[in-house]
């Protein structure tokens, strides 16, 4: 089981940014594809993002389209979450998660490893 750790939530006002980061520590992460989701109180946990296993190709979910750009540094076994012109909606506790495949997906039961999350609050 490889264990991810999701930093870089936090406080932050409507329109603001914030760049999350999703550390693994082993190398084998760099092989496969990686995600983002988030779960905001009282929600079911949603697709927000997602990068193929050498990040020359990603996918977006609709509502984060144009906001979000998801990135991956293999050298350094890190995938980050840049996240511009952030909304209230926005407010969730966001976490990576990591595949057994090369290509992008936004199926949860694709995911194999998940990290504890890291908290993004955005006021109005």
């Known amino acids: 089981q490889v264990q991810l750790v999701e930093s870089g939530g936090g406080l932050v006002q409507a329109g603001g940014s914030l760049r999350l980061s999703c550390a693994a520590p082993?190398?084998?992460?760099?092989?496969?594809?990686m995600g983002w989701f988030r779960q905001a109180p009282g929600k079911e946990r949603e697709f927000v993002a997602a990068?193929?296993?050498?990040?020359?190709?990603?996918y977006y979910a609709d509502s984060v389209k144009g906001r979000f750009t998801i990135s991956r540094d293999s050298a350094n076994n890190t995938v980050y979450l840049q996240m511009n012109s952030l909304k209230p909606e926005d407010t969730a506790l966001y976490y990576c998660?990591?595949?057994?495949?090369?290509?992008?997906?936004?199926?949860?039961?694709?995911?194999?490893?998940w990290g504890q999350g890291t908290e993004v609050t955005v006021s109005s």
């Open positions: 998660a990591t595949t057994y495949l090369f290509a992008v997906t936004t199926k949860l039961s694709d995911f194999r490893s």
């Open positions: 082993e190398r084998t992460f760099s092989s496969y594809a």
């Open positions: 990068v193929n296993w050498d990040g020359s190709n990603t």
